[in-house]
């Protein structure tokens, strides 16, 4: 079918899905070179829901921006007018396009593969030092919009495809041979009619195109984050994540240990960016989409358990008023020094442990207070003559926390499996004449390979829901966990 077919289809412009006129103003206000501080700000403000939201994610892990964003004018001038326009028109469409819905699509599945897409196409492009982040976002996002097109004005196309519509190769394929085409040049025709910019229609409709030989990074970007979307939506395995690497040595001679790091770092990125796009799409009232429910399935993983962990433990105040132990810093001071450390260590090794004391309360009430105080100052001796002079000690409660710089996991491991087994063979006396052992267990997380953990946060929460595993294990037990943890699950 040529373009011209393609051109009378779309002459039935009532049922084809419209531009917002937000969207409308924001794509004019894109064409112009000299737009103003002030033009932009008032646009984005006409839908207080869009200026909500954009807030939102201005102040998401996406940006990272370091400093609370709370005002549109504030957005703008941090992010960039060109960067606000762009997630700005993201949002207007999601929420606009959601309310045009057809009658044979699955829009659970739909708005489920463009979000994650748009995510990966990101997080890729940051990877490959792409500088249009959120322009890359938006194509990424509206890479099958054709098929939103398709619905309103061909859906018997995906009447019959039922659960094969979770198969976007078979979709494509079902296109082809009912139309001529597929929704990919259907998409790019209906972006350029509405003015979009002329890399974001290229990029879609090159999106199904083999990109190993383009030299434009963009379009290979906007290609590989489908496929980076079944993967996730496929739920991973050994064979899927074998045919991703390939694809992505091919277009960007990615190695495989940075394959295994991007597919983390999307999958992170994935859980933080789900809560607000799908709030977006269930905001519409359409009780046939419901992406926010399903947003948990989209990137699974024990991590929902790890915020719980660390934030339990760091409230732990056990023997506080007992006075600072020699060389022990706060726990303040501590996370501050994991920050700047993994800042200034970016792309090298650093592992968190936490060693708990699991029976000092007990022995707190059988011995005394007095006992239970001076046992950690035990500890903390022991510890500290076990590590070097550059790393940090701290302590929660009954539970001491380690900074091991440069160190790997299993560097790691075997310095706490050696302070696990001092403690296992050792007996104190206390002032009853008796001796009692010190039973320990330990969760240690840190750099595997060359996989690291994104941010220091999830670098404790990790070590926490390690010690919470160790502890339910029994004493003496040590509990690992790497960045890959996750990823296993997904790479089989």
């Known amino acids: ?11 039935g412009e009532a049922q084809l899905p419209t531009m917002p006129e937000i969207g409308r103003q ?25 200026a909500g939201t954009l807030l939102r994610y201005a102040n998401s892990p996406a940006h990272n921006l370091g400093a609370t964003v709370e005002s549109v004018e504030r957005a703008v001038i941090i992010m960039g007018f060109k960067a606000v326009l762009d997630v700005a028109l ?19 599945q739909f708005w489920k593969r463009s979000l994650i897409a748009a995510v990966a196409a990101r997080e890729l492009g940051s990877v490959q030092r792409e500088e249009a982040l959120d322009e890359l976002f938006l194509a990424a996002l509206l890479q099958d919009i054709g098929m939103l097109a398709l619905d309103r004005v061909k859906a018997h196309v995906y009447e019959t495809l039922a659960d094969g ?29 509405w003015g979009l910019h002329d890399r974001t229609v290229m990029a879609v409709v090159s999106s199904h195109d083999d990109q190993s030989q383009t030299e434009q990074g963009f ?34 001679s990615i190695r495989d240990s940075q394959c295994m790091q991007l597919i983390m770092d999307i999958d992170i990125a994935i859980n933080h960016a789900s ?31 790890q915020p719980e962990a660390f934030v339990s433990l760091s409230r732990e105040t056990y023997l506080d008023d007992e006075g600072e132990l020699d060389g022990i810093m706060s726990s303040k001071a501590f996370e501050n020094s994991l920050k700047n450390s993994f800042k200034m260590l970016r792309g090298r090794p650093i592992s968190v442990a936490f060693l708990s004391i699991n029976n000092l309360k007990q022995l707190e009430k059988e011995h005394g207070r007095k006992v239970a105080s001076l046992l950690l100052r035990v500890v903390s001796r022991k510890l500290q003559e076990q590590i070097r002079i550059e790393d940090f000690v701290s302590r929660y409660g009954d539970t001491f926390a380690l900074i091991l710089l440069g160190s790997s996991i299993e560097d790691t491991a075997r310095i706490v499996e050696r302070i696990a087994e001092l403690f296992r063979e050792a007996r104190y006396a206390v002032a009853s004449g008796s001796k009692v052992a010190l039973e320990v267990s330990a969760g240690v997380a840190g750099s595997s390979g060359e ?36 990823l296993m699950a997904l790479v089989g």
Request: hydrophobic fraction near 45%.
């Open 165 to 193: 519509q979770c198969n976007h190769e078979q979709v494509c394929a079902t296109e082809m041979a009912s139309l001529g085409f597929d929704h990919a040049k259907f998409g790019a025709a209906l972006l350029k009619k």
């Open 451 to 486: 996989l690291h953990f994104e941010s220091e946060t999830r670098l404790l929460e990790a070590a926490a829901d390690a010690l919470m595993r160790a502890r339910n294990a029994g004493n003496y037990t040590i509990e690992l966990q790497t960045p890959e943890h996750r």
């Open 275 to 305: 809560s607000l796009f799908s709030s977006i799409v269930k905001s519409t009232g359409d009780t046939r989409v419901d992406v926010a429910a399903d947003a948990t399935s989209i990137s699974s993983s024990p991590r929902a358990k």
């Open 90 to 108: 993201s949002l207007t469409l999601i929420k606009s396009l959601t309310e045009q819905a057809g009658p044979s699509l699955d829009y659970n």
């Open 26 to 50: 924001l794509i004019a206000l894109r064409s112009q070179p000299d737009i103003t501080l002030e033009e932009l700000v008032q646009v984005v403000s006409l839908d207080v829901a869009l």
């Open 1 to 11: 079918m040529s373009d011209s077919d393609i051109a009378k289809i779309m002459s």
């Open 219 to 252: 379009l290979a970007c906007v290609a590989a984050s489908g496929m980076i979307a079944d993967f996730f939506l496929a739920g991973g395995g050994k064979v899927a994540y074998q045919r991703l690497s390939k694809t992505l040595y091919r277009y960007f």
